[in-house]
């Protein structure tokens, strides 16, 4: 099977500040990747690398001709003031497959209704984006990303402001969304993430694949990843490291 | 009633009259794009770059206006070029672009030769001697407003709101920056006629804000927008000439009004 993405030695630099380094990657078509790693580390930049908003100064990036990215952005880099309905916000997902000068068909319309029903938000075609909670914006956006039927799903930190209410539905959803796309998940909250993603990327300047989910600190350790575990339980609680002697 | 007809057979008043109308169709519409884009600052610099270009003009002996549309236009094309670029501080190269046009601009108008041409006229606007030419320009940019907006309109609103995915969806995000910063200097330029310089700003920004309080999505904005413009601008135009006043100055005074009524009207 071709990989939907593949990153070559890839490494990228902000006036001559180099971000990343000699980065390998392939993204497979039932992948669900998660990639973690410190502020400044560089995951944004991975990101920005795969959806071509910022060029390497080295290496190469492969793209399958099948690809097509549905991508979720951070929700604080956009404009929440602006006038534009719910509506028309997710259609704008759409503009990538089909031809944006054609008024949205009723099967179009049909979709964006479904989806809304789904997060919740039915009968808010109309509404200003001005009056959504940070929740409903993010999920607005994911309405936007699935709109076009992707074959990779980008998310970056979808958990930020999701309500806790949502949270489980949103991982469930992601869990059935894989069966028909990969999905690249990029978080901070390692815990949160690391039950749902089949394997782990950790970027910290390079990037180590771990084909696996489970991470321990000794992974991270020797990774060169320091960021701190972190485990949801009912019971508020740290998880500690295994004992030398068992 | 008859004072009125009589007034509009006048052909400079006429002139003044139609030229308002469209200045306001532009100012509604481009106005909007503006104010909803957040780029109401460097729609300044914009505008007051562009008397650099005046002043040269006018030294060199060409139409004014044709010299500052090429300002207008070059510091348009500048200012979105290096917002691509990461690390410049872009508010405190307006404010050089702002300043500095000005500053050619009074330079030349103080080294041309023979008499001083009218500066009051272009800071503040000159609205009673609108010529035919002045109409059919304005006309012409209307129209070319309307047409992209009704033919581009998903496009430019996904632009507008998000490049960053747009570009990411593929949509020529960069020749929509590019043909939107030029008609946006274009419109300015043109609008300068009727209020002025240092007025025109605010018919971009008063009615856009004010159809910004109802308006749900940036097309309705739009639609307001005109509406608010025109009603403030044919209002402030008759009691400019009741009352002898300068135009530019009671339009702004009728838009703000406006403004503040519709501002309360919120409220309650």
């Known amino acids: ?246 | 009633m008859n004072e009125l007809l009589e007034l509009l057979s006048f052909g400079f008043f006429r002139n003044a009259l139609i030229a308002a109308v469209l200045t306001s169709i532009i100012a509604g519409i481009v106005g909007s794009y503006i104010v909803a884009r957040r780029t109401v600052f460097i729609s300044g610099g914009i505008t007051h770059a562009s008397f650099g270009g005046m002043g040269i003009a006018y030294f060199l002996g060409f139409p004014p206006f044709a010299g500052a549309a090429v300002f207008a236009i070059l510091s348009a094309i500048g200012i979105e070029w290096s917002s691509n670029k990461v690390g410049l501080r872009e508010d405190s190269s307006i404010a050089i672009l702002w300043s500095l046009g000005m500053a050619i601009g009074i330079l030349f108008v103080f080294l041309t030769p023979g008499y001083t041409p009218n500066l009051m006229g272009f800071l503040f606007g000159d609205i009673l001697t609108v010529k035919v030419s002045d109409l059919l320009w304005l006309s012409a940019i209307g129209l070319i407003c309307i047409l992209l907006i009704k033919l581009f309109y998903p496009v430019i609103l996904s632009v507008a709101f998000d490049s960053e995915f747009a570009s990411v969806s593929k949509m020529p995000v960069q020749t929509i920056k590019y043909v939107s910063a030029i008609i946006v200097a274009i419109s300015i330029v043109l609008s300068i006629k009727v209020m002025g310089i240092i007025l025109v700003l605010s018919l971009f920004t008063i009615p856009a804000s004010a159809a910004n309080l109802f308006a749900k999505d940036l097309k309705k904005m739009m639609y307001f927008s005109v509406l608010i413009s025109v009603i403030g601008s044919v209002t402030g135009l008759l009691v400019a000439y009741y009352l002898d006043l300068p135009s530019g100055a009671t339009i702004i005074f009728t838009l703000t009004i406006l403004y503040m009524l519709l501002r309360i009207k919120k409220l309650f």
């Open chain 1, 1 to 246: 099977m071709q990989p939907l993405i593949q990153l070559n030695n890839i490494s990228a630099a902000y006036d001559n500040n180099v971000v990343l380094s000699h980065v390998n990657l392939e993204v497979n078509p039932s992948d669900f990747i998660g990639i973690i790693g410190p502020n400044g580390g560089g995951k944004t930049t991975l990101l920005k690398i795969i959806l071509n908003l910022i060029k390497p100064i080295s290496g190469e990036l492969l793209k399958a001709k099948s690809l097509n990215v549905g991508y979720l952005p951070q929700v604080n880099t956009i404009d929440k003031q602006f006038p534009i309905t719910i509506k028309d916000v997710i259609l704008s997902g759409n503009y990538a497959t089909n031809q944006w000068w054609k008024k949205p068909g009723k099967e179009l319309q049909h979709k964006v209704s479904e989806l809304l029903e789904f997060i919740g938000l039915e009968n808010s075609h109309n509404e200003s984006i001005g009056e959504l909670s940070g929740g409903q914006m993010q999920r607005v956006f994911l309405c936007r990303a699935l709109i076009s039927n992707p074959n990779l799903l980008i998310l970056d930190e979808p958990n930020t402001y999701v309500d806790k209410s949502f949270e489980a539905n949103l991982y469930k959803l992601l869990s059935e969304l894989n069966d028909d796309m990969a999905i690249l998940l990029v978080s901070h909250d390692v815990g949160t993430i690391s039950s749902m993603v089949k394997t782990i990327a950790c970027v910290n300047g390079g990037l180590h694949y771990h084909p696996s989910n489970k991470i321990t600190n000794e992974v991270l350790q020797s990774y060169n990843c320091p960021i701190e575990l972190i485990s949801h339980g009912h019971v508020p609680h740290r998880v500690l490291k295994h004992h030398d002697n068992e």
